[in-house]
């Protein structure tokens, strides 16, 4: 398998701009969670979906983040507008229904955004 | 609420020694999951090894086990015959038998000495 696909590897954009990440789970896997982490916070959950349903979107700052999974294969997660301060490490998971042996959440590479 | 604790910010070992990562966590259940994760210098995380709360077996991953108590609320992390290849951030996590949050230590930076 190819593994978790985050796009872009690296964003840099100017304050005020839309910004949106990609990600492709696991075929197969039924959870998908969109992480961010900076060095002061460390690694925090935003939101997962199930079965394409957001879960628990308490994680997620603002308004201005929002995120989307119109299908099993593929979730977006967008800023609008973007502030300096959301510049992080951006990571996607995935896992196969918790509470199974298989639950263990696979990463992906991650999205780096820089916003200036 | 659960909280992980990983007190060794920094930790180095020589190549081919035995390192040990501290882990503790706090939590009121008993059925539960804990892993360690690895994150090399190009950020992708990786999993290195997981523990099921109800299993008294320390889980073993080649050169990488842990050391799990329970009662202490303890699980730390062993590596073997240390490679230059082991020098990353290591996480510790825990997620609840009833949740589908992982809830992450704030690392521990390796670095392997040749």
């Known amino acids: 398998d190819a593994g978790v696909i985050q796009s872009p590897r690296h964003e840099v954009t100017e304050m005020g701009q839309e910004v949106t990440l990609r990600c492709k789970p696991i075929?197969?896997?039924?959870?998908l969670f969109w992480y961010r982490q900076t060095m002061m916070r460390g690694l925090e959950l935003l939101i997962y979906?199930?079965?394409?349903?957001?879960?628990?979107d308490s994680g997620m700052p603002e308004d201005r983040f929002s995120a989307k999974m119109p299908n099993a294969s593929f979730s977006t997660l967008k800023i609008q507008p973007s502030e300096p301060r959301d510049s992080a490490v951006y990571f996607c998971a995935s896992s196969y229904s918790t509470g199974s042996s298989t639950d263990t959440q696979y990463f992906g590479p991650g999205t780096r955004l820089t916003v200036l | 609420a659960q909280t992980v604790t990983q007190s060794q910010p920094e930790m180095s070992v020589q190549e081919a020694e035995t390192v040990t990562l501290s882990c503790t966590y706090d939590t009121s259940e008993s059925d539960y999951y804990l892993f360690w994760y690895k994150q090399p210098p190009s950020r992708q995380m990786i999993l290195v090894i997981r523990?099921?709360?109800?299993?008294?077996q320390n889980a073993t991953e080649n050169r990488f086990s842990v050391n799990f108590q329970k009662a202490a609320k303890s699980f730390s992390l062993k590596i073997s015959d240390s490679q230059l290849g082991d020098a990353a951030m290591y996480f510790c996590?825990?997620?609840?038998?009833?949740?589908?949050?992982?809830?992450f230590g704030t690392g521990t930076r390796l670095q392997v000495f040749p």
């Open positions: 979906f199930n079965n394409n349903v957001p879960i628990d």
């Open positions: 075929s197969g896997h039924d959870y």
């Open positions: 996590a825990y997620r609840s038998r009833w949740t589908d949050k992982l809830i």
């Open positions: 523990q099921e709360a109800y299993k008294q």
